[in-house]
């Protein structure tokens, strides 16, 4: 009788909150249509033509209705070599560079960290991505400083700053040898220097100098995040030899949501990967399995529009998918990748988000007939996907893949 007091009344608790439990039975997805991209404005598209000069249509409506408005203006950056200096026994040279905004001197400074190879190359080839836990957390090299910008409370940081204990706590999740020995740059910052990962964090950034905050469509943090990795190349073309043929862009979770709305902004990334995006990312909001609109609204109110929250419980009236997100892309290569047991970001969503890119790709004579694959075993094209074993993560096998990619669709030249 007392437990099952205490079900109802947790059942209540959870209820008034407006959470429902997640759904992992495939068989209770529900149907659902899906958004046909080529049909804007009461046409058809029919040609690769017609799309680039309609699919702003579709830009707008996730900027109205997802993400908020990036806002036009094109603040100055200023760029600043803290340090340049060899490491690896000489095979690169590890560089720190401070970004700032010198109309809005208020606003955090950036720190990319970049790594290029000691090989003397004309060009190029650029990795790049934001990382969750500061620089210092991607190498054990005891001589990149701990990021001082806002930190979540967690294993690696106490009372909101990093501490050393976080040195090397991501060196898995970026390939940083692989880089070097494939003559590519490898390039990062830490996504909170750019803002801030929670609901006050736009105080700090650029979202408290540019943008609406009255507005319902006002852009959120992933539409910050987003507009940050385009700063970052700014500056990376205008510091290194960069191939810009080959810029791959990788986000991982909730920087692969904010990964591919930069792709859809800025043209620049020519190669764009997803890593567990799930939800607001490459995850098909049709989907009833795993986070839905609702839990990313109550979680993460300050991730997107206002206008999003709107849709919590019915993404049916979207009248948009991460399908059409995808095919916003087009005809670039991207490579969307999940893991088998991050249920919570729905791997056949993540999956169908990106098969039903097809219609689109195809008018730029892209061929791509996508069968969800077994478990490690990726399909490798313009269009790319694997499921890897295991948890919600970014890994080595991961970057394997990813770097297979690369050398099929870098262009050569
Ligand atoms: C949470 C969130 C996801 C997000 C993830 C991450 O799980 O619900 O949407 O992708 O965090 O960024 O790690």
């Known amino acids: 009788m007392k437990g099952l007091f205490i079900l109802i009344l947790i059942t209540m608790t959870i209820e008034s909150y407006g959470q429902s439990k997640p759904n992992y039975d495939e068989s209770k997805v529900g149907n659902y249509e ?14 690769s033509k017609e799309w680039e000069a309609n699919k702003a249509f579709w830009i707008e409506k996730f900027s109205d209705n997802v993400y908020g408005k990036t806002p036009i203006e094109r603040p100055k950056i200023q760029s600043k070599v803290l340090e340049s200096k060899l490491v690896f026994e000489g095979k690169a040279k590890r560089e720190r560079i401070e970004v700032s905004f010198p ?22 080839n650029l990795v790049m991505g934001l990382n969750f836990r500061g620089n210092h957390s991607i190498t ?10 806002w930190a979540s409370n967690g294993d690696f940081s106490q009372n909101h700053k990093f501490i050393e204990k976080g040195r090397g706590s991501e060196k898995h999740r970026w390939p940083i040898q692989l880089a070097i020995e494939n003559d590519a740059i490898l390039a990062t910052a830490y996504y909170g220097d750019i803002e801030p990962d929670h609901p006050e964090g736009w105080k700090s950034g650029i979202r408290s100098v540019l943008g609406d905050r009255n507005a319902k469509e ?12 385009s700063q970052m190349l700014d500056v990376l073309i205008e510091k290194y030899e960069v191939n810009t043929k080959n810029i791959f862009l990788t986000g991982h979770s909730r920087i692969g949501k904010a990964a591919l709305w930069a792709a859809v902004h800025d ?5 764009i990967n997803s890593n567990n995006s799930g939800e607001g990312g490459a995850a098909l909001y049709s989907r009833n399995f795993g986070e839905t ?61 990106l098969k039903n890119a097809k219609p689109v790709y195809k008018l730029y004579k892209v061929k791509s007939d996508l069968a969800f694959p077994k478990v490690d075993s990726p399909i490798h094209g313009v269009l790319s996907y694997h499921v890897r074993s295991g948890k919600h993560d970014i890994n080595q096998y991961d970057w394997q893949q990813y770097f297979k990619f690369m050398n099929i669709y870098f262009s050569k030249k």
């Open 140 to 149: 054990d090299e005891s001589d990149v400083p701990i990021n001082q910008h």
């Open 103 to 124: 109309e809005y001197p208020s606003v955090q400074k950036i720190e990319i960290l970049v790594y290029k190879p000691s090989k003397r190359l004309e060009k190029y």
């Open 218 to 229: 006002n852009w959120g943090a992933v539409g910050a995040w987003a507009w940050g990795m």
């Open 293 to 353: 609109i609702n839990d990313l609204n109550r979680s993460f109110p300050h991730w997107f529009a206002k206008k999003f929250s709107d849709f919590n419980h019915q993404s049916e009236k979207l009248g948009l998918d991460s399908h059409v997100l995808i095919s916003l892309l087009a005809p670039r290569p991207i490579y969307v990748a999940s893991a088998a047991e991050d249920l919570w970001a729905d791997p056949k969503g993540e999956f169908l988000g």
């Open 34 to 47: 899906l958004t046909n991209p080529l049909f804007i404005n009461g046409k058809t598209i029919k040609n």
């Open 267 to 271: 043209p620049r990334f020519t190669h």
